[in-house]
Every structure is written in C-alpha cells, then in structure tokens.
C-alpha cells in the first residue's frame, strides 16, 4: 500500500465528549481497517490521541474545535507535532533533523509541494522549473525564487519560509 495519514477526525467520536479513540477503536471502513489494525498504527493512534488532547489542554480548547479549523488550530497543533519530530507527511529521505524537515513536512501538510505520489523527496537533487511553477501555483503566487540554483531541500526551506509556514 501506499503510505497513508491518520486522519484527526477518526479519532474525535460525533455524539461523545472529553473522550477521544486512543487504539483499534478509531473510526475506519472495513477496507481500511486492514492497514489500521496493525501494532505501529495502533500504538502511533495513541501516540497521536495523547498529543492531541495534551494539545487541547494547553491551548483551552476540545478536539472538535481543533477539528474544525484546519488553518488554525489544527495548523497550530500540527506544527507543534513537526516541531517535536512527528512526521506528518511520507517522505522516507528527509528525516527529523534533516535540515529540510520541517520545511518539506509544511509544505507537504499545505497542499504546496506533495510529490504527486512521489515516495521519495529528493532533497538533494536539482529544483526544476516544472516544480517551481507548480509550487508557485498551488501557492496562488510567484515567488520571489533566487536566480541562483538551488537544490530541492534548499528549495523547501525557502519557499515554507515565503509562505510564512515556519
């Protein structure tokens, strides 16, 4: 299978409050059950309830609100898990600590750089002017990109920093 997400609401029941699915008690189809049933995914379902409601508490809210309002509060507790070293986004080669991390997982996160299937980032290899241009129009902007090449990661780290996403 592809790589997937666990997806926030899964976690949040609708008709429930002050409760939040913490394992294989997550919200999912059948089909999908078959990638969430397994330990790792449990155990990072946990993971990600705990943090959520860590999050809820510090911030004074409840996790429908958090829900809710993707570029708001669920931006904010987002990046507070990039900033920790989650990964929210499948890219296998920039690792946390890789100085490119929390630029290529924000980009990712916004819909501005996803790799269209791509498994691999490349953060090393050459920017190319098919990628600028379509970061440039997912970001509804051009950039002000430099003239000097770059490569992908350097790339990443410049455009999140354009877009005020780290």
């Known amino acids: 299978t592809k790589p997937y997400q ?5 976690l949040i029941p609708q008709r429930v409050t002050n409760l939040l699915a913490g394992c294989k008690n997550l919200g999912v189809t059948h089909i999908t059950n078959g990638a ?16 959520l409601a860590a999050f809820c508490v510090s911030a004074n809210t409840t996790p ?14 987002q990046k507070a898990l990039l900033n920790r070293g989650v990964p929210l986004y499948w890219w296998p080669d920039v690792p946390p600590g890789h ?21 691999a980032f490349n ?7 098919d ?8 970001a509804g902007q051009a950039l002000p990109w430099p003239a000097t090449p ?5 790339a990443a780290v410049f455009a999140a920093g354009q877009l005020n996403l780290v």
């Open 36 to 51: 969430y049933r397994l330990h790792p995914v449990e155990w990072n379902t946990g993971e990600a309830a705990g943090a």
């Open 99 to 119: 100085v490119a991390f929390l630029a290529t997982q924000a980009l990712a996160m916004k819909g501005y750089w996803t790799g269209a299937g791509a498994l």
């Open 150 to 154: 770059l490569t992908r990661g350097a």
């Open 64 to 77: 429908p609100a958090v829900h809710g309002d993707p570029n708001g509060q669920l931006w904010l507790f």
């Open 6 to 10: 666990i997806p926030i609401g899964c």
């Open 123 to 129: 953060p090393d290899g050459a920017l190319t002017a």
């Open 131 to 138: 990628v600028r241009t379509a970061v440039d129009s997912a």
